[in-house]
């Protein structure tokens, strides 16, 4: 077997072909591993007819209701040699193009419902010529009719090709997968680089086939998601995939399906912990609840681990630039070390490192490096923030945290400037950066606020140009049309200046929560 991530699933449809190897939970519909390595066979040798060639990047932008054409897409792209850039949904056109301008995506996938979206992006984008469109609509432009001649998009099934045999083009573990985006939106985009070599935590190999599924909701696209494209398979499992998440529904699917694992975020957790069905839902299938994506606190696993006290409650550590690396916490260990994200597996390394300090005297709070051999990852067309970012193989993580004694890391909160709001990353700069587009604003300064659903929230602090007044829903409006709604901040404060040190930087943390006005929705 091949050390590619497709190699997998041509195992599993050779072995399990009829078993479920995707179920989407809300359209009651499944994907056998037999149709989803036939389907994305026959889509990877269209793509490479219409031109898609080793190398060239290929965005799937298709949203959660369309997982499983995204699963098929993926594993089709990687036949054709092809790097997959699994795009946000919920950016605007303009984030869009510049994420897409900057991985210089030559094809995307979509469907009727983004096809909109996609082709006002086209226009920044001048490498992207193919569309492919799930549902065969051709689609026009969100803003206007299509000029005569301009491209549309070309239905999936005229792209496809009739013939399902196998079909791989030639790649090496060393060669591209996958460009994550991670932040920079409106600034400058950050692409991290997924080999094969590098993409997955757990190997390709022949797993005994359970019956059991692992359940989850997280967007494709995202870190967390798209470990979850090949991982369960790799332990046996389906993966049962619930594109709308609603606790109550949560509830009712877990009593339901009976699935043997789940991963939910931690926002998530305090929604279903506090459902009035919580304390009778029968969970009793769940032998393993893994949360992660953001910092979970100790009462959510508590709570957790009271109502499922047979079931493994963990708290991952992970982030796409780290891939790979892990951290294990043992069952019997979880509760004497509440909080606490587990061990470091090796060959993962972990070091804490402060400006008095670098690092091995447990219990000293500082940033957290993390290093692992051979499997590290890098920043596309950045060689800068590479090197500032991996130095010696480390890697700076920008959160904070501390390890124990035993050696045992827990994540006490970040260096850098991102809010992870319901489990979006959200970076100041890109919100400030379009305040700043304002007329009206002189001055804008973006923090995260605590929220108790949400775990952050946005709160923007505002100086208004001189002799200039705001309105804060035309404001929204304005942040509307350039962010994704997520971004945009619903809390909104006046000050007459912002707090800044002696060289000029704002000083966020005197930006404290008292002195933002209700929330203006
Ligand atoms: P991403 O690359 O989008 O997965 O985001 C990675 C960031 O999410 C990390 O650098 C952490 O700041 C945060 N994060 C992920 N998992 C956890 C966790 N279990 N506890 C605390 N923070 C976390």
């Given at each position: 077997?091949?050390?590619?991530?497709?190699?997998?699933?041509?195992?599993?449809?050779?072995?399990?072909?009829?078993?479920?190897?995707?179920?989407?939970?809300?359209?009651?519909?499944?994907?056998?591993?037999?149709?989803?390595?036939?389907?994305?066979?026959?889509?990877?040798?269209?793509?490479?007819?219409?031109?898609?060639?080793?190398?060239?990047?290929?965005?799937?932008?298709?949203?959660?209701?369309?997982?499983?054409?995204?699963?098929?897409?993926?594993?089709?792209?990687?036949?054709?040699?092809?790097?997959?850039?699994?795009?946000?949904?919920?950016?605007?056109?303009?984030?869009?193009?510049?994420?897409?301008?900057?991985?210089?995506?030559?094809?995307?996938?979509?469907?009727?419902?983004?096809?909109?979206?996609?082709?006002?992006?086209?226009?920044?984008?001048?490498?992207?010529?193919?569309?492919?469109?799930?549902?065969?609509?051709?689609?026009?432009?969100?803003?206007?009719?299509?000029?005569?001649?301009?491209?549309?998009?070309?239905?999936?099934?005229?792209?496809?090709?009739?013939?399902?045999?196998?079909?791989?083009?030639?790649?090496?573990?060393?060669?591209?997968?996958?460009?994550?985006?991670?932040?920079?939106?409106?600034?400058?985009?950050?692409?991290?680089?997924?080999?094969?070599?590098?993409?997955?935590?757990?190997?390709?190999?022949?797993?005994?086939?359970?019956?059991?599924?692992?359940?989850?909701?997280?967007?494709?696209?995202?870190?967390?998601?798209?470990?979850?494209?090949?991982?369960?398979?790799?332990?046996?499992?389906?993966?049962?995939?619930?594109?709308?998440?609603?606790?109550?529904?949560?509830?009712?699917?877990?009593?339901?399906?009976?699935?043997?694992?789940?991963?939910?975020?931690?926002?998530?957790?305090?929604?279903?912990?506090?459902?009035?069905?919580?304390?009778?839902?029968?969970?009793?299938?769940?032998?393993?609840?893994?949360?992660?994506?953001?910092?979970?606190?100790?009462?959510?696993?508590?709570?957790?681990?009271?109502?499922?006290?047979?079931?493994?409650?963990?708290?991952?550590?992970?982030?796409?630039?780290?891939?790979?690396?892990?951290?294990?916490?043992?069952k019997d260990e979880a509760w004497k070390r509440?909080?606490?994200?587990?061990?470091?597996?090796?060959?993962?390394?972990?070091?804490?490192?402060?400006?008095?300090?670098?690092?091995?005297?447990?219990?000293?709070?500082?940033?957290?490096?993390?290093?692992?051999?051979?499997?590290?990852?890098?920043?596309?067309?950045?060689?800068?923030?590479?090197?500032?970012?991996?130095?010696?193989?480390?890697?700076?993580?920008?959160?904070?945290?501390?390890?124990?004694?035993?050696?045992?890391?827990?994540?006490?909160?970040?260096?850098k400037e991102v809010i992870i709001r319901g489990?979006?990353?959200?970076?100041?700069?890109?919100?400030?950066?379009?305040?700043?587009?304002?007329?009206?604003?002189?001055?804008?300064?973006?923090?995260?606020?605590?929220?108790?659903?949400?775990?952050?929230?946005?709160?923007?602090?505002?100086?208004?140009?001189?002799?200039?007044?705001?309105?804060?829903?035309?404001?929204?409006?304005?942040?509307?049309?350039?962010?994704?709604?997520?971004?945009?901040?619903?809390?909104?404060?006046?000050?007459?200046?912002?707090?800044?040190?002696?060289?000029?930087?704002?000083?966020?943390?005197?930006?404290?929560?008292?002195?933002?006005?209700?929330?203006?929705?």
């Amino acid at each position: 077997m091949t050390e590619l991530l497709t190699g997998q699933l041509r195992l599993m449809a050779s072995r399990h072909p009829d078993e479920i190897g995707y179920r989407n939970l809300d359209a009651g519909t499944d994907l056998s591993f037999a149709r989803w390595e036939a389907e994305s066979n026959r889509l990877a040798r269209g793509l490479a007819g219409a031109g898609v060639a080793k190398g060239d990047r290929v965005s799937i932008y298709l949203p959660s209701e369309e997982v499983l054409n995204w699963v098929v897409a993926y594993a089709a792209i990687h036949k054709a040699g092809a790097v997959a850039v699994p795009t946000n949904t919920r950016l605007s056109a303009r984030e869009t193009s510049t994420i897409l301008g900057h991985a210089e995506a030559l094809a995307a996938i979509t469907c009727a419902s983004h096809l909109p979206t996609l082709l006002t992006a086209r226009r920044r984008v001048p490498t992207l010529g193919l569309v492919v469109s799930t549902d065969g609509t051709a689609g026009s432009e969100a803003d206007g009719p299509v000029e005569p001649g301009a491209p549309g998009a070309v239905p999936w099934a005229a792209v496809a090709a009739d013939d399902a045999s196998e079909f791989q083009v030639e790649l090496a573990p060393e060669d591209l997968a996958d460009i994550m985006y991670t932040s920079g939106t409106t600034g400058s985009p950050k692409g991290v680089v997924v080999r094969h070599r590098n993409a997955s935590l757990l190997p390709n190999g022949e797993p005994h086939w359970s019956g059991t599924a692992w359940l989850h909701g997280s967007p494709l696209f995202t870190f967390a998601g798209i470990s979850f494209v090949y991982n369960p398979m790799k332990l046996g499992k389906s993966a049962f995939f619930l594109p709308r998440f609603d606790a109550g529904r949560w509830l009712e699917v877990v009593a339901g399906e009976r699935p043997e694992a789940a991963f939910i975020v931690p926002a998530m957790a305090q929604l279903i912990i506090a459902h009035p069905e919580f304390q009778t839902a029968d969970l009793s299938s769940l032998q393993l609840c893994s949360l992660g994506s953001a910092p979970v606190s100790a009462a959510v696993l508590r709570r957790l681990q009271e109502r499922m006290p047979d079931a493994t409650i963990s708290n991952g550590y992970g982030m796409t630039e780290a891939g790979p690396a892990f951290c294990a916490m043992p069952k019997d260990e979880a509760w004497k070390r509440a909080g606490s994200v587990g061990k470091p597996m090796p060959p993962m390394e972990v070091r804490i490192t402060n400006e008095e300090d670098d690092g091995l005297r447990a219990d000293a709070v500082g940033e957290v490096l993390i290093r692992l051999p051979g499997r590290q990852r890098e920043y596309y067309r950045d060689a800068d923030a590479t090197a500032r970012t991996w130095t010696d193989g480390w890697l700076h993580t920008g959160d904070l945290g501390r390890l124990d004694e035993d050696g045992y890391l827990y994540i006490v909160g970040r260096t850098k400037e991102v809010i992870i709001r319901g489990g979006n990353n959200i970076y100041a700069t890109d919100v400030e950066n379009a305040l700043l587009e304002h007329p009206a604003v002189l001055e804008a300064a973006v923090v995260g606020v605590p929220h108790e659903v949400l775990g952050e929230d946005l709160a923007a602090f505002l100086v208004t140009a001189p002799g200039r007044a705001l309105d804060v829903e035309e404001l929204r409006a304005f942040l509307l049309s350039r962010l994704a709604d997520y971004k945009v901040p619903r809390r909104v404060a006046f000050l007459d200046q912002l707090p800044r040190n002696a060289t000029g930087k704002v000083l966020k943390h005197e930006l404290a929560p008292p002195r933002w006005t209700p929330s203006t929705r």
